[in-house]
């Protein structure tokens, strides 16, 4: 099992453009969660999703859409990127009673 | 909203030495309280875990507390070693079957000193 996968590893972005990253898991979980991380914040919920068809809005949302139309993929777009969206972004995915699993990350730098 | 407050930022030790780190959280209705680990430029992961039925967790060097009354719970690392030198997360949840999504702590940057 390859676990929690993030594409690409590694972005950088001019101001007002827009990306798409892929978060994909095979472990069959329900729950999917996207995070960003910056020092000194810890890791802010952005969105997540309870199931296929299904997405909310998490801690810190705006500038950020996502969508979760198969079961094993869930993928965050940026519309109109802004320098304040550099972060490191994560993904995870979960079952009901078990652990969180996080993918290896995608570094974002918007200039 | 939810909230989880993490102290201390930063925390230096000598090799051989315990750290402890502690948690408050808001949310009374959580009962999930995992703890992550992360190295630098890698992805966290989970080192132990608890649930509100139970008091305290063991892990051989890593043991968990919990006080629901007071709404914290602690990392306790003993005999520390300088891998254990990482960036540590805490987190909450309510596991409801609804949303089950972690909130989680600003991070403690743990330094074992050689």
């Known amino acids: 099992n390859a676990g929690v996968t993030q594409t690409p590893k590694f972005r950088v972005l001019k101001t007002g453009q827009s990306m798409t990253l892929l978060c994909a898991q095979d472990m069959n979980h329900e729950y999917m969660y996207w995070y960003r991380q910056d020092p000194g914040m810890g890791l802010r919920l952005i969105h997540y999703s309870v199931g296929e068809g299904t997405t909310a809005k998490g801690e810190v949302p705006d500038g950020y859409n996502v969508s979760r139309l198969k079961k094993q993929n869930f993928l965050l777009g940026l519309e109109s990127a802004a320098p304040s969206q550099t972060s490191v972004y994560f993904c995870?995915?979960?079952?009901?009673?078990?652990?969180?699993?996080f993918g290896p990350g995608t570094r974002l730098t918007v200039t | 909203g939810e909230n989880v407050e993490q102290h201390p930022s930063t925390l230096s030790v000598q090799e051989g030495d315990s750290a402890v780190i502690k948690c408050t959280y808001s949310?009374?209705?959580?009962?999930?309280f995992p703890w992550y680990k992360q190295e630098l430029g890698k992805r966290p992961q989970l080192i132990i875990d608890?649930?509100?039925?139970?008091g305290e967790k063991k892990d051989q060097r890593i043991a968990v507390t919990l006080n629901k009354t007071a709404k914290h719970f602690s990392l306790h690392i003993t005999e520390t070693q300088p891998e254990d030198s990482a960036v540590y997360f805490c987190a909450a949840s309510r596991e409801d079957g609804a949303t089950n999504k972690l909130i989680f702590g600003t991070g403690t940057l743990l330094a074992v000193q050689p």
């Open positions: 608890i649930r509100s039925n139970v």
């Open positions: 995870a995915s979960r079952d009901r009673i078990y652990e969180q699993y």
């Open positions: 949310d009374s209705a959580s009962n999930y």
